[in-house]
C-alpha cells in the first residue's frame, strides 16, 4: 500500500529534550515535506526536499531540522523543543509538483 | 502574494441538506494547481481532488462537485445530500512555485463542517 508513515503519533515532552519525528515513504517520491498545523493558521510549510541531500527552508523553519540521507526518509528534528513548538505535525510527499501530496498520518507534540 | 482564503470558519447542516464550502485564492501565475483535503476528527488528511489552472471544467465525483472559475480566483467545493460522515475540517490549498522546486502547498485556514442527524 502506497503511504507516508510518521512515527510517533503522540509524543509529550519537556522543554529542551531533543526529539526526532521520523518520516518515510515507499512511493519512490522525489518531494517530501514538513508542516505544522495550528488552530486559526491552517497548516504551515516548515522544511521541504526536492530530493537526497537537497533540503530547504520553508516558511517557518526556526527551531528545526531535517535531513535527507535516502529518498525514502525525512526525519524531523527539534534540538532543543519549546511549547511553542506545540502543535500537529504532517510529513507529506509528491512525484512532482503540483501532482498532490500524500500526507502521514500526523504527529500530535506537545511540548511542556 | 500567494494567498487562499476560507471564508466559512464553521458550517452546520442537518443531514441531506446540500453544503458548499468557498474558496478563494490569489496568485500571479498563471500555472497553478488546487487542491482539496479533507481532515476527518480522526486527524489524517485525505486527498479529494486536484485541478490545474488550464482546466476549467467542472468536476463531479459522487455526492462531491467542485467549481472552478478563474474570472473570480474561486475553487468551491459542494457536498450533496450531506451525511454525518462528511463531518470534517476541509481545506482548500494552492501550489503556483513557479521553480517547481518547494513542492510548498498554501493552505487555507480550513472550514469545519458539521452535519447532523
Known amino acids: 500500500e502506497a503511504q507516508v508513515t510518521q512515527n510517533p503519533r503522540y509524543l509529550i515532552t519537556v522543554t529542551g529534550k531533543k526529539l526526532t519525528v521520523t518520516c518515510s515513504q515507499n512511493?519512490?517520491?522525489?518531494?517530501m515535506s514538513w508542516y505544522r498545523q495550528d488552530p486559526g493558521l491552517g497548516l504551515r510549510q516548515i522544511y521541504y526536499?526536492?530530493?537526497?541531500?537537497?533540503?530547504d527552508k520553508g516558511d517557518v523553519p526556526e527551531g528545526y531540522k531535517v535531513s535527507r540521507k535516502e529518498k525514502r526518509n525525512f526525519p524531523l528534528i527539534l534540538e532543543s523543543p519549546s511549547p511553542n513548538q506545540t502543535s500537529l505535525y504532517f510529513c507529506?510527499?509528491?512525484?512532482?509538483?503540483?501532482?498532490?501530496?500524500?500526507f502521514g498520518s500526523g504527529t500530535r507534540l506537545t511540548v511542556v | 502574494a500567494q494567498k487562499v482564503t476560507q471564508a466559512q470558519t464553521e458550517i452546520s447542516v442537518v443531514e441531506k441538506e446540500d453544503v458548499t464550502l468557498d474558496c478563494v485564492y490569489e496568485?500571479?501565475?498563471?500555472?497553478?494547481?488546487l487542491f482539496w483535503y479533507k481532515q476527518p476528527p480522526s486527524g489524517e488528511l485525505v486527498f479529494l481532488i486536484r485541478?490545474?489552472?488550464?482546466?476549467?471544467q467542472n468536476e463531479i465525483s459522487g455526492r462531491y462537485s467542485w467549481n472552478f472559475q478563474k474570472s473570480t480566483s474561486s475553487f468551491n467545493f459542494t457536498i450533496t445530500a450531506s451525511q454525518v460522515v462528511d463531518s470534517a475540517v476541509y481545506f482548500c490549498?494552492?501550489?503556483?512555485?513557479?521553480?517547481?522546486?518547494?513542492?510548498?502547498?498554501?493552505f487555507g485556514q480550513g472550514t469545519t463542517l458539521q452535519v447532523k442527524p
Open positions: 507529506a510527499s509528491s512525484r512532482i509538483q503540483g501532482s498532490g501530496y500524500t
Open positions: 512511493m519512490n517520491h522525489e518531494y
Open positions: 526536499s526536492m530530493n537526497v541531500e537537497v533540503t
Open positions: 496568485t500571479r501565475d498563471t500555472t497553478y494547481y
Open positions: 485541478r490545474n489552472s488550464f482546466d476549467e
Open positions: 490549498a494552492l501550489s503556483d512555485d513557479p521553480s517547481g522546486n518547494t513542492g510548498k502547498l498554501i
